[in-house]
């Protein structure tokens, strides 16, 4: 029986113009998982904005499934009501979602809805709770900290083109990545109101990308390794901070390509944690010399003149 059926699973992954959700899509692997344990084919539709190398609906022959499958999310608008009139031949079921008007031409399409949650029912388990965990750690969880500021070094400045190509290149790697500004602001949720809470966050983190100064400097206080990019070419305050640091990890302005980039991830990620380390030990022995050691005396001294 299992053979002359033939499933097209769906969800709001699968739209032009719909959302994948990173809950949507450990649902999707929830029911992925079930399906294979009973022996059943399936093939999944996502949207072209989301998964261009995926199939998509303009690429799907209705008549060459069976039954089709809608995974997670409000059971509830034109999308779905145009499901059910493409896919009319199909036996059609909605599991995981939710239900907002029971009467509504969206739910009442379907033959079968396993619902998360309606009007007068008991809530379910979401199915991304169930999903199948990762086989490894994860990727590393990347911190990303730039400036596209500093005009006074006028046309020395590639803070633009350094920007791009370091937000294309990571938007290319598996990592998941947390923009995180220095600058501090009370009075903006989004930003950190305190040198504490920044700190708090970075100390979380795997890896830091950064074309600033203080971003290189506080990821190392927190042990954390630093991919650093000075932005200036022939090389400013990063590349000297980097050097007073001790830290490797730095890459020029005018240098900055994939390969260099990548060169430095594998080692940040390999042997750099414990190099930061051993850096972020020596700021808490107070050995190492700064401009402070020099104040109280500069505060004595006479004016010249």
Do not use: N
């Not at 100390?203 to 390794?225: E, I």
């Amino acid at each position: 029986m299992h053979e002359r059926r033939k499933i097209l699973v769906t969800g709001w992954f699968s739209f032009l113009h719909g959302e994948a959700t990173a809950g949507d899509v450990l649902a999707l692997r929830r029911v992925a998982a079930v399906l294979r344990a009973a022996g059943l084919g399936y093939d999944v539709v996502w949207s072209p904005g989301f998964r261009a190398d995926g199939t998509h609906f303009e690429d799907v022959d209705p008549a060459a499934y069976t039954h089709v499958v809608f995974v997670c999310g409000p059971a509830h608008g034109p999308g779905i009501e145009e499901l059910h009139r493409r896919f009319a031949h199909c036996v059609r079921i909605a599991v995981g979602v939710s239900v907002v008007d029971p009467r509504s031409p969206a739910v009442t399409g379907f033959h079968r809805v396993l619902v998360r949650d309606a009007p007068g029912a008991e809530p379910t388990l979401d199915l991304a709770a169930r999903a199948p965990a990762p086989a490894s750690a994860g990727p590393p969880v990347v911190g990303v900290v730039l400036t596209h500021g500093q005009r006074e070094y006028a046309d020395r400045r590639r803070h633009t083109e350094v920007a791009e190509t370091l937000t294309d290149w990571l938007g290319g790697r598996d990592c998941a990545r947390l923009e995180l500004e220095t600058r501090l602001d009370a009075h903006d949720w989004r930003l950190c109101g305190t040198a504490g809470q920044l700190e708090a966050v970075l100390s979380r983190l795997d890896l830091v990308v950064t074309d600033r100064l203080h971003g290189l400097v506080l990821a190392l206080r927190a042990g954390v390794p630093a991919l650093a990019v000075d932005p200036v070419a022939g090389g400013a305050k990063v590349t000297a901070q980097a050097r007073a640091c001790g830290w490797p990890a730095l890459v020029d302005a005018d240098e900055v390509g994939t390969a260099v980039l990548e060169r430095w991830w594998r080692w940040c990620l390999a042997d750099g944690r414990g190099a930061a380390r051993r850096v972020a030990a020596a700021f808490r022995a107070d050995t190492a010399a700064d401009t402070a050691d020099g104040l109280v005396a500069a505060l004595g001294a006479r004016p010249a003149g």
